[in-house]
């Protein structure tokens, strides 16, 4: 199915998407509707009648931290009652970008570190933050046979889109296949607009311009991000396998019970 498939507008959620339908190796593909991503969900504001996709969704694995939760609550319309589960996965980018704001009046905007800070966070993620991303997987592995899944942070791009491609490789996608699943957030995201917006306000914080392009790594993704997770899994685990194995405790019984899950045909 074709890409813009995989990307469904969901009143007040950024970057809700279906992973659905991509071939893997053995030649099944990933099931349609089973498996969902997205930003988070705090400001969601549609019925099951005009916006159904949500309401079909029997958990919901949440990467936030408890301060992103404060600033974004938890909460469920009605009709919707999944059965949560609260996964924190921590990164260093979020607590930098905060000090960012803070001495944005006195310094100039340090778009390179801002990207760097990116890069570092993708490296530290996979490695401080296993057991979440260990508890992700047994919350999939334990799933019915039929039930969907979302699993978000707060933008939906880069906690999220290491789970997404893990759990993609672990489904026996193809390389390309990953990478445009994770790189679908530039699509799935108005990059223009948000860039803007967010540039026009530490704009106006700092008292001097600073250019929509020197803030897209709070907004999109690019595929050094993600080379440089697989980077710092292969230099601390020496492959993905031996990761898998030693740091998510997927044997090979548990991944392919999540390949019986998740695929189809």
């Excluded at 978000?152 to 906690?159: E, I, L, P, V, W």
Aim: charged letters at 25%.
């Amino acid at each position: 199915m074709a890409t813009s498939h995989r990307i469904i507008d969901v009143p007040g959620v950024k970057n809700f998407r279906d992973m659905g339908g991509y071939r893997v190796r053995d030649g099944r593909q990933i099931a349609w509707r089973r498996l969902f991503r997205s930003g988070h969900l705090s400001e969601f504001s549609g019925t099951k009648a005009d916006t159904p996709a949500p309401f079909t969704i029997g958990t919901v694995v949440d990467f936030r931290s408890e301060a992103e939760k404060q600033r974004n609550p938890v909460r469920w319309p009605e009709g919707w009652n999944p059965s949560y589960h609260p996964t924190p996965i921590g990164g260093n980018a979020a607590a930098w970008v905060q000090e960012l704001y803070e001495r944005l009046s006195s310094s100039p905007f340090p778009a390179r570190e801002l990207r760097d800070q990116f890069i570092l966070a993708f490296q530290t993620i996979p490695i401080a933050n296993a057991s979440g991303l260990r508890s992700f997987f047994d919350t999939l592995s334990g799933l019915e046979e039929d039930e969907a899944l979302l699993f978000h942070c707060t933008a939906g791009k880069d906690r999220t889109g290491i789970a997404g491609s893990l759990l993609m490789k672990i489904l026996g996608a193809q390389d390309d296949d990953i990478l445009a699943d994770f790189l679908l957030t530039n699509d799935a995201v108005d990059l223009e607009a948000s860039s803007s917006w967010i540039a026009d306000k530490l704009s106006e914080k700092a008292g001097r311009t600073i250019a929509p392009t020197d803030v897209l790594p709070l907004v999109g993704v690019e595929e050094a991000f993600l080379d440089a997770a697989y980077a710092s899994i292969d230099k601390e685990f020496g492959s993905l396998d031996q990761y898998l194995g030693e740091a998510l405790d997927l044997d090979q019984a548990k991944q392919e019970n999540i390949r019986a899950l998740f695929l189809e045909g």
